[in-house]
Antibody, heavy 120, light 107 residues
Framework: EVKLLESGGGLVQPGGSLRLSCAAS????????MSWIRQSPGKAPEWLSF??????????EYNPSVKGRFTISRDDTQNVLYLQMNTLRAEDTAIYYC???????????WGQGVMVTVSS | DIQLTQSPSSMSASLGDRVSLTCQSS??????LSWYQHKPGKPPKPMIY???NLADGVPSRFSGSRSGSDYSLTISSLESEDTAIYYC?????????FGGGTKLELK
């Protein structure tokens, strides 16, 4: 059974940092692209970033809304996806999901999400 | 960024109704569009990918179609479990973008 479990969320002050983790199991993590997607309260989801697999050199793509502040990475030895978030702003408050790609744009499995609140 | 406009923003329908939700793209994206169903407290669930392909485990009453830059998600016979918010996603061009959603309720 495929499982994705996010952790690392919480309350952080504006300008602060957080690192989210997504522990994957039930599939060969190293073979698949992975994404981070967030959803602010009452808004549509927003795709943030994805990281390709080793065969594609772990290259990354970012939404300009977070490029330069957020960094996606992965540890295929531990089956974990990360999102390092720096210089956080109030508008970064959202539920953050990790998602596995079946194909480009087809996220076949999602985690349950982790809440990040940026507030003083 | 490519804008996806979903219509209607909300709707109500009766059990057994045929329901069509629309997603219009601001520019050509080919078939690089998927649909997701989102229920409260759960992560989004994939329904359709590449505009017309049914995702794994999705009932056959769901279908996707395309006419130019207009994409549709159709439910042939509405069931109570289909009440949710439906989002389209374009993945032709970065940044990938979601539409604003259509909230589907039972009448």
């Amino acid at each position: 059974e495929v499982k994705l479990l996010e952790s690392g969320g919480g309350l952080v002050q504006p300008g602060g940092s957080l690192r989210l983790s997504c522990a994957a199991s039930g599939f060969t993590f190293a073979d698949f692209y992975m994404s981070w997607i967030r959803q602010s309260p009452g808004k549509a989801p927003e795709w943030l970033s994805f990281i390709r697999n080793k065969a594609n050199s772990y290259t990354t793509e970012y939404n300009p809304s977070v490029k330069g502040r957020f960094t996606i990475s992965r540890d295929d030895t531990q089956n974990v996806l990360y999102l390092q978030m720096n210089t956080l702003r109030a508008e970064d408050t959202a539920i953050y999901y990790c998602a596995k790609h079946r194909l480009r744009g087809y996220f076949d499995y999602w985690g349950q999400g982790v809440m990040v609140t940026v507030s003083s | 960024d490519i804008q996806l406009t979903q219509s209607p923003s909300s709707m109500s329908a009766s059990l057994g109704d045929r329901v069509s939700l629309t997603c219009q793209s601001s520019q050509g994206i080919g078939n690089y569009l998927s649909w997701y169903q989102h229920k409260p407290g759960k992560p989004p669930k994939p329904m359709i990918y590449y505009a017309t392909n049914l995702a794994d485990g999705v009932p056959s009453r769901f279908s996707g179609s395309r006419s130019g830059s207009d994409y549709s998600l159709t439910i042939s016979s509405l069931e109570s479990e289909d009440t949710a918010i439906y989002y389209c996603l374009q993945y032709d061009e970065y940044p990938w973008t979601f539409g604003g959603g259509t909230k589907l309720e039972l009448k």
